[in-house]
């Protein structure tokens, strides 16, 4: 994960398992599976590595969950 200059995180991360709202997703960085939540989530496939953008705020829930300000392919970051 990291910082940018507006206080959004950026959390680089494989895609576990897509839902209609929501993505499963294994930071990169830890290993942590984490609930990604975005209406984008059907934009995305099982595998994929992604740059997932979102305020830093995540739920001490497990698996943690985050609301994503945007979702790019990682080869697009």
Request: negative net charge; aromatic residues 2%; charged residues 15%.
């Amino acid at each position: 994960m990291e910082s940018t200059a507006n206080q959004s995180v950026t959390m680089k991360a494989c895609i576990l398992r897509v839902c209609p709202c929501d993505l499963l997703v294994c930071d990169l960085c830890t290993s942590q599976e984490v609930l990604v939540h975005t209406p984008q989530a059907c934009c995305f496939r099982v595998g994929q590595k992604v740059c997932i953008e979102y305020s830093g705020a995540m739920t001490m829930s497990i698996p943690p969950q985050i609301s994503a300000d945007s979702i790019c392919p990682m080869n697009c970051c």
